[in-house]
């Protein structure tokens, strides 16, 4: 039974190790601390338009996969299955797929797209509430929320026939806020005036016919994913790793040394240290490559720090690039590690706040984590 080591406790890391799991590999995972899971706003979304994706984006990670879109397809689907399963057998209920997406309001009224969601939010899909009545659930005690001007957005810019309804919650603290709501059962309205419901979110125990609203990160939605996916992986901080003959041999954690036989790297871009930002983005455990539009970011010079000021998302484009088996490069473009693999955030070539905010992270971890078990 080969062994894998998954160094990142975030979304990535997660699927690779479902899939390591699924093809019999023994697998560890080790977390420093939660990543950007945490911070999600409940909605995740895949993928737009695949084709077009691997047309013209030749440096996107979908694309250097060097597969066809059929195959892809394929492995997504089999990746979500995956992914449903396990999140509810932890307690959390996912609906939804890649093919398909949907509309969901947040808390300010505002619809946001998503692939997959949250069994509490999936009942809130925009076209599927015309023509009911909504009521949005407010909390007078709570401060950052007002169900009024939500409904209001509703009623304005997406025609639903929605309206505040008010419940108090007498014990909550002074200056509360949406966090205060979180783990406290649903209360129940006086008044059915509405064929749906929608409430902040947060609550347990929703009534039928009523669903949960997006959030603005850090999210509830965060918090349940973050929790559900963290289960099981050992809470230490790898510093370094150690290798022998173009092979790595062990992950290096203070005076912990875990030894495997094939290694995922989902450590995620800033927020996770996956990669280290300033005058010129590293990648530090291991000095791998890191590039932005296919070019190094030392290559880049003046030209790419005047872009960055100019775009302050153009950083979080650069990352780590792979070679069709998510082995990451050198500088010189070169596998330097035969059993290392790379998936997720800490991946250049795309923009991690799109389209394929989770779709990335989904694949490419999924596919890391086969690759990891076969790799010998």
Not at 13 to 35: D, I
Not at 128 to 157: C, F, N, W
Not at 305 to 312: G, T
Not at 343 to 360: H, K, N, Q, R, W
Request: include cysteine.
């Amino acid at each position: 039974m080969n062994r894998v080591v998954v160094v990142g406790g975030g979304f990535a890391g997660y699927c690779a190790a479902l899939a390591a799991r699924r093809a019999g590999a023994e697998v560890t995972v080790v977390a420093r601390a939660p990543g950007a899971t945490a911070l999600y706003a409940g909605a995740m979304e895949v993928v737009d338009d695949l084709d077009l994706v691997l047309k013209t984006e030749p440096h996107h990670p979908f694309t250097r996969l060097g597969l066809d879109p059929v195959r892809i397809a394929t492995e997504l689907d089999t990746a979500i299955q995956a992914l449903h399963l396990a999140l509810e057998k932890g307690g959390l209920k996912f609906e939804g797929g890649w093919r398909t997406r949907g509309l969901y309001a947040d808390i300010h009224g505002v619809a946001r797209p998503g692939n997959l969601v949250p069994s509490t939010v999936a009942g809130g899909e925009l076209r599927a509430l015309a023509g009911r009545r909504v009521a949005v659930v407010g909390v007078p005690q709570v401060g950052d929320y007002d169900a009024a001007s939500t409904a209001e957005a509703l009623k304005e810019l997406y025609g639903i026939e929605a309206f505040a309804e008010d419940v108090s919650i007498p014990d909550l603290p002074a200056s509360a806020s949406l966090t205060d709501l979180y783990g406290r059962r649903a209360p129940a309205l006086k008044k059915a005036r509405a064929a749906s419901l929608a409430y902040p979110p947060g609550f347990t125990g929703l009534p039928p016919d009523s669903f949960e609203l997006l959030a603005s990160p850090p999210s509830p939605h965060g918090w349940r994913l973050q929790q559900t996916i963290g289960l099981g992986a050992v809470r230490a901080e790898v510093k370094a790793f150690e290798s022998e003959g173009g092979r790595i041999t062990s992950a290096q954690a203070g005076d912990r040394a875990f030894r495997a036989d094939a290694f995922v790297l989902a450590t995620g871009h800033h927020i996770g240290g996956g990669i280290r930002g300033g005058r010129k983005a590293v990648e530090p455990l291991l000095g791998l490559g890191v590039f932005h539009d296919g070019r190094t970011v030392e290559s880049g010079g003046a030209r790419l720090r005047h872009l960055e000021y100019l775009d302050a998302g153009a950083e979080l484009r650069s990352g780590l690039m792979t070679d069709n088996r998510l082995r990451p490069l050198d500088d010189e473009g070169r596998v330097p590690y035969t059993n290392l693999f790379a998936a997720g955030a800490v991946l250049g070539g795309y923009d991690y706040a799109g389209s394929c905010g989770f779709g990335v992270p989904m694949l490419t971890g999924w596919l890391a984590g086969a690759y990891a078990a076969k790799a010998v």
